[in-house]
């Protein structure tokens, strides 16, 4: 993927706000989309999150051909999105093909939405997408651990696997990263903060007294959009963090990271996600990743009579869409649960 690096352009003024553009003239596609570029990051938007605008946008460009963008209508844009649904077959690792999900077709529209509206108040242009309806994209069902496989995750991070040997009984050993890694897997689960937003974390940003952790605004906070927020810790997880950080040399240091790596070196997500999948392997418990950790979150916290509002706030969610799904699944549960435990249907009367 090519990432586009901050370039001047002539609709930003010096101190890089935007400003009243004149008539652009015959404006290539290309060229809209580095000043597209500047003003996302700008905006404080992740570059995770600019870079996969661009590579979308980039693909259609590449397609339909680098064209004049005052020129472009809504049904071309539609007729390219029934060209993803329908007809383009992306080449997965090992070979195999794979079409898009609604969610993937979904995610080009979002970063149409976001090109031409900038292109509307940027350059002056009418917006083509007011013709072109949003994709559909039904919800996946939402993973989520059970008690039973969190605590046997715990127990994981705690001892090793038994090791037999000829000369003595099996034996287990507790390992050396235990106070570490039960504090991450209890962080994520009880804050369901996501990797970027857990990994970019600093001692300074969690009270252990209130058990507040406060998410930074931008880019350095990790949080999707650039949205900071705080998110609050339980007595049990506080008390594992104090643990961990009891035994680091650094653990008084505002400005240290939350978490490091082996050998002290900064938790990425990738890291992190490598960490939990390794943790859920030697537990028993397939298919572990850090996200599936906030889903529990998630759902749990609306089992135990959390409402979707604060929940979103939580989350960092910009609408409540997925926070609407996580309250089906949680109310299906009730309905499960009373199925199960009806009086009057247990009782016969």
Not at 118 to 134: I, K, N, S
Not at 183 to 191: E, G, Q, S
């Amino acid at each position: 993927m090519n990432r586009i690096s901050s370039v001047s352009s002539p609709y930003l003024s010096s101190s890089g706000q935007s400003r009243q553009a004149p008539p652009p003239g015959p404006l290539p596609l290309s060229k809209a989309l580095v000043g597209f570029t500047n003003a996302k990051l700008a905006e404080g938007l992740s570059q995770r999150t600019v870079d996969t605008y661009l590579d979308d946008l980039s693909k259609w460009i590449e397609r339909t051909g680098d064209r004049e963008i005052g020129k472009v209508t809504g049904p071309e844009i539609s007729a390219y999105l029934a060209w993803l649904r329908t007809e383009y077959q992306p080449q997965r690792f090992g070979g195999k093909i794979h079409p898009l999900s609604g969610k993937t077709i979904r995610n080009v529209w979002i970063a149409f939405s976001s090109f031409f509206h900038w292109a509307e108040r940027e350059l002056a242009l009418p917006c083509p997408m007011t013709d072109v309806r949003v994709p559909r994209a039904p919800m996946p069902p939402v993973p989520a651990l059970t008690r039973e496989e969190v605590e046997r995750m715990l127990k994981a991070c705690t001892y090793s696997r038994d090791a037999d040997t000829p000369v003595r009984r099996s034996f287990t050993m507790r390992r050396p990263t235990a106070s570490r890694d039960i504090a991450i897997l209890l962080v994520l689960l009880d804050t369901g903060l996501r990797a970027s937003e857990f990994c970019a974390l600093k001692v300074g940003d969690v009270d252990l007294k209130t058990g507040q952790v406060d998410i930074k605004h931008g880019i350095q906070g990790g949080a999707k959009g650039g949205k900071g927020r705080s998110v609050y810790l339980g007595k049990a997880t506080r008390q594992a963090v104090w643990h961990y950080l009891a035994g680091r040399e650094d653990g008084d240091d505002r400005d240290a990271p939350l978490f490091v790596a082996r050998g002290g070196h900064i938790m990425r997500p990738c890291t992190l996600l490598q960490l939990v999948r390794s943790i859920g392997k030697k537990a028993g418990v397939p298919n572990v990743y850090p996200h599936k950790l906030r889903h529990t979150f998630a759902i749990t916290y609306l089992r135990s009579g959390g409402d979707v509002f604060t929940l979103q706030q939580i989350l960092g969610h910009g609408s409540l869409d997925m926070v609407r799904h996580y309250a089906r699944i949680a109310q299906s549960d009730v309905a499960q649960a009373h199925r199960k435990a009806s009086p009057v249907d247990n009782w016969r009367l």
